[in-house]
């Protein structure tokens, strides 16, 4: 990834940054907001009919937890007032969410993931849209969109919905929010799949102006004077509670980067963290992704080892050799048939190349993709192509760089590797596809399931490699602070 004045520039294509966003607006999560009124054209039904429209916002949270009302038009109080609307929201255990109001907050329809996604200090960007297709199945006529992707997959409905009312209750950013809020606009009109790509863009707020039927689009902070937040469509400008001018602060969405990954000498060198009740003992599908930059294919190494390291030849061993190229190679005993061995039908390895691998067990059989495609695979032993971690009854080793079971140390790579992850259930062929992203590895943080994230050196201070997605930070060993290396995907 390379950054120039006017985009990144990339093999696959081109972002570009045709303005500047430099300023956000930070938000205590008590006191602070921002209303802009009750203008009739942030209402979106008369009470017999709902119309279409869709809310754009970036946000980055100070703490996970209690819900945050991103955009909301609805009175904070007493859910059988007529004064509710719409709230575009982050919700318990960093849930997000999108509800409609018919007049009070004891009848709605809604969308929202059934599991949170969000964590504390990271920036992401939140499109909630509407078909108004109204009455009770007005829910499925909601989608939500996280950093472009959707995300919603459960509905939350009350007593029987026919449609919004145009209430009295003002148009509030940032209410119940600590942390920062930028760029948020709305449309009358339900955004497509491409449309909410082009918002995300890659993660750089786009501009806006030109977006064919946007209502309104505050820069939050952007060429704004305290403690009037302009509207640069239309003008339904926006006033700050409670706040001061210090709220308006530098810190705005930056795109992810990839700058590190982590060097294997092939004699020594490994990253090691716990398994089982931490990672993976109780999942009978999964997956795994990283990517590998070998150095020599001469000799068997491992990848990836998932072990217990009290148990005769019980893991899931990721290798590549000269002889089966990329392998998956997986027992529950000494017995090679307790497990199953599948490899890639052709060798996708060359030295001094990066190769993106994923390894799918839907919990029926495993498929081996290589940069983002389901390959061609031969199976060797296919007696139990079904086991996956929750077989292994002493899991408690995770491995990279070596193979590890018994206390037996061997088939150390040889290379560098960068952003492994493992997730809990079976990502499908887009999704892959979506993580290997053209060949540029991507930020992660808006999938569900995923368990384990190791950027591999980014973020990273030896020896301690940062999970990205919980607790379970691995270890350096036999390495020092100069494995963190500056080559990457």
Known sequence: MFLSTHGIVSSSSE??????????????????????????????GNGTTDSPFSISCWFKLQSVGATKWLVTKRLLTSSSASKYEYLLYVGSSGLVGFQLYDANGVVRRA???????????????????????????????????????????????????????????????????????????????????????????????PDLSSHSNIVSWWRMGDNDTYPTISDNIGSNDGT?????????????????????????DGVSDYVSALAGTTLGGSDNSGTITLWVKPEDLTYNQTLVC?????????????GLNSSNGFYVDMRINSTQSSGFFVKADVNPFSVGTWTHLAVVQDGVSPQLYVNGVAVAQTFLVSTNDQKWLNDMDSLDSLNIGRWFNLNVNQNFFKGKIDEFSYFNYDLNSSDIA??????????????????????????????????????????????????????TP
């Open 111 to 205: 969308r929202k993931t059934s599991a949170g996604i969000i964590s504390a200090d990271t920036w992401y960007n939140l499109v909630g849209t509407y078909n108004g297709v109204g009455g009770t199945n007005a829910d499925l006529g909601i989608k939500i969109y996280l950093n472009g992707v959707r995300v919603d997959n459960a509905s939350t409905n009350n007593n029987t919905y026919v449609a919004m009312h145009n209430t009295s209750e003002p148009f509030k950013i940032g209410q119940l929010t600590d942390g920062n809020i930028d760029e948020t606009a709305v449309f009358s009109s339900e955004l497509s799949q491409s449309e909410v790509t082009s918002i995300y863009n890659s993660g750089y707020p």
């Open 240 to 264: 700050m509670q409670s706040m001061t001018s210090s709220s308006i602060v530098p810190d705005v969405p930056v795109v992810f980067s990839n700058t590190k990954s982590l060097q294997f």
């Open 15 to 44: 972002v570009v940054i045709p303005y500047s966003n430099t300023k956000s607006i930070e938000l205590d999560g008590v006191s602070d907001y921002i209303t802009m009124g009750d203008p009739t054209n942030l209402s979106f």
């Open 306 to 318: 998932l072990s217990a390291s009290s148990k005769t030849r019980q893991y899931l061993n990721i």
């Open 434 to 487: 979506d993580i290997y992203n053209s060949g540029e590895p991507t930020n992660l943080s808006m999938y569900s399931g995923l368990d384990l994230w190791y950027r591999m050196g980014d973020g990273d201070s030896h020896p301690t490699i940062s999970d990205n997605a919980g607790s379970n930070d691995g270890t350096m060993n036999g390495m020092t602070s100069a494995n963190i290396v500056t080559d």
